[in-house]
């Protein structure tokens, strides 16, 4: 369906080019708009790459107040070389009862408060949305471009209780709205945010029926427990041992039998659950092909998958040595509360390989958000620093995972790990995995 456009200043901004792109080969340029493409309006980056996802197109653009229209031609397979801005994103208008960024303090980095409800980063960043938005536009154009997995917020298939969760009369249709993706031959992951005493025992079984049912759309279920700050306004309970005990006890068996009968498992309980009942994380094949890590299902095994190889490296690393002798290095590895056994295992287990080096751990404790926060992607760098400045011992470096930076390189609080390091009186180095550890300690 073509949407003709009427208004000048439809289209998007050219950030970057790259020369000899087909796009440029054509003459278009940085700062011009792209308003059409084969005669059909262009409003975003999502619109652009499913009309030009051809060897030749018409392309209209608008440069200083003047349009023009180019013919693009491209080699078969050649990138067409351009970038745009990102465009608004779509804001939530939901109030759930457990919104983390409700929960959030004042003083941190501003990107932090913005609450997405945008299925076009949904389908290109894995951002979950709950489809509150949605109207029956919204569905023609995800079927038209084929928008297919997106990541839904689920919570609660009941919808009286998801509409109490959520805060918004229309979170009562997620069914029929599933149901809408699912005829269109849209995919979808899901997850579900449990708050004890609201949406577990009966209720999440139901939504776990529920969802379980629509066989080949469903991707995954992750259930993960609901996270909660010292700043919240209005209490809410947390997942305690006994229910984390609970939620797994009814949980597994229902994976296990849709595993059984789907030849694959779908069904998955974040790590978090394992860890408050005392419980050993599931073996790799459970996860299968951590379709939810973004959800904090399977982060743990992997780690010590990844260690399983890595002590194999280290032992023949070590034993083969090259005949010099490398200088005393000792590191101080920081995690958080969550982490923090199976760490501190794999450096126990490292350290006695290690001669020439020791590594110890400190536990960063959670002073920003309290102590019911216990995972490494939420600390902040005025934590880190206080616990750099409780240790004793002369470091030659302190050692942070990438987790608890974002993309750019910042903390929650907006500190790089160079800014860190002058501040705490400490080099710090930033490690991804396991391995880069192990490349740290086997260097000579």
């Not at 471009?145 to 298939?157: D, E, F, K, R």
């Not at 009369?169 to 699912?182: S, Y």
Request: positive net charge; contains cysteine.
């Amino acid at each position: 369906m073509n949407r003709k456009a009427q208004n000048s200043s439809d289209g998007i901004e050219v950030k970057k080019i790259m020369s000899e792109s087909p796009l440029y080969r054509a003459g278009v340029r940085k700062g011009d708009r792209i308003c059409f493409v084969n005669g059909t309006s262009i409003h975003d980056e999502l619109d652009f790459s499913f009309e030009a996802a051809c060897d030749e197109f018409e392309c209209h653009i608008q440069r200083r107040g003047k349009t023009r229209t180019v013919l693009v031609f491209r080699e078969p397979g050649e990138f067409l070389g351009v970038s745009f801005g990102r465009t608004v994103v779509d804001r939530c208008k939901n109030r759930c009862i457990f919104c983390f960024i409700d929960q959030l303090p004042r003083g941190m980095r501003k990107n932090l408060y913005v609450k997405d409800e945008d299925y076009r980063y949904s389908f290109m960043d894995g951002n979950y949305i709950t489809l509150t938005s949605f109207t029956a536009g919204t569905f023609q154009k995800i079927d038209q471009l084929g928008l297919s997995p997106l990541y839904v917020s689920v919570h609660a298939t009941d919808p009286s209780v998801r509409k109490a969760m959520i805060n918004n009369p229309k979170a009562g249709l997620i069914m029929e709205q599933l149901q809408t993706l699912a005829d269109c031959g849209i995919q979808f992951h899901t997850q579900i945010v449990v708050c004890p005493g609201i949406n577990d025992g009966t209720v999440l079984k139901k939504t776990l029926k529920d969802l379980l049912g629509f066989k080949d759309s469903l991707l995954s279920i992750a259930v993960v427990p609901v996270g909660l700050t010292k700043h919240r306004k209005k209490p809410l309970s947390p997942v305690t041992k006994s229910n984390a005990q609970s939620i797994i006890d009814l949980v597994n068996p229902i994976s296990e039998k849709d595993q059984q009968a789907s030849g694959a498992r779908r069904l998955f309980l974040a790590d978090e659950f394992f860890i408050k009942a005392g419980q050993s994380i599931p073996s790799n094949r459970y996860y299968e092909e951590y379709p939810q890590i973004e959800n904090g299902v399977g982060l743990v095994r992997l780690l010590l998958q990844d260690w399983k190889e890595c002590k194999k490296k280290l032992k023949s690393s070590l034993s083969k040595g090259d005949g010099k002798k490398s200088s005393f290095k000792r590191y101080l590895v920081l995690t958080a509360q969550s982490a923090a056994p199976f760490i501190n295992k794999i450096i126990d287990e490292c350290n006695q390989h290690l001669k020439q080096h020791r590594i110890d751990l400190a536990v960063v404790e959670n002073i920003f958000f309290g102590p019911l926060v216990t995972v490494a992607g939420l600390v902040t760098a005025g934590d880190i620093i206080s616990t750099i400045g409780k240790t004793k011992g002369d470091y030659t470096a302190v050692i942070l995972p990438a987790v608890m930076f974002n993309y750019l390189g910042y903390t929650l609080d907006g500190f790089s790990a160079k800014r860190i390091a002058k501040i705490a009186r400490k080099k710090v180095l930033v490690v991804d995995s396991v391995l880069a550890l192990f490349s740290l300690l086997t260097e000579r």
